[in-house]
C-alpha cells in the first residue's frame, strides 16, 4: 500500500498561484504514474495532470498553460504549480499514485480561489 499526504491547498484571489505537494510513503521510484485529481461541489472526480517515473505528461486542456506538475522520485513527491489561478479551479486536489495495478489516493487538500 502507499500513502499519499497532500499540502499546499488554500484561499487565493484569481490570477494569484499556489503549489500543491503530495508526499507518498513508498519510493518515488517504485511508483509507475503520480498525478492530480480534483472534484468539485456536486461534480465528478477529473484528471488535472499526470507524471509517468518516466517523466510524460498529460494535462487537462482546462489547465495547460496554467499548471506544470513535476516529480521528485528521490523524495517520493510531485507536485502542481498552479498559476494564473480562476474561480472555476476551485475544487478538492487529490493527489494518485499508481502501484502494482492499483491506484492509491491522498485525502485531498482544498483550492479556493475568489474573484
Known amino acids: 500500500q502507499v500513502q499519499l499526504v497532500e499540502s499546499g491547498g488554500g484561499l487565493v484571489q484569481a490570477g494569484g498561484s499556489l503549489r500543491l505537494s503530495c508526499v507518498a510513503s513508498?519510493?518515488?521510484?517504485?511508483?509507475?504514474?503520480m498525478g492530480w485529481y480534483r472534484q468539485a461541489p456536486g461534480k465528478q472526480r477529473d484528471l488535472v495532470a499526470t507524471?509517468?517515473?518516466?517523466?510524460?505528461?498529460n494535462y487537462a486542456d482546462s489547465v495547460k498553460g496554467r499548471f506544470s506538475i513535476s516529480r521528485d522520485n528521490v523524495k517520493n513527491t510531485v507536485y502542481l504549480q498552479m498559476i494564473n489561478l480562476k474561480p472555476e479551479d476551485t475544487a478538492v486536489y487529490y493527489c494518485?499514485?499508481?502501484?502494482?495495478?492499483?491506484?492509491?489516493w491522498g485525502q485531498g487538500t482544498q483550492v479556493t480561489v475568489s474573484s
Open positions: 494518485a499514485a499508481d502501484m502494482a495495478y492499483a491506484r492509491y
Open positions: 513508498k519510493s518515488g521510484f517504485s511508483i509507475s504514474t
Open positions: 507524471m509517468s517515473r518516466g517523466g510524460s505528461t
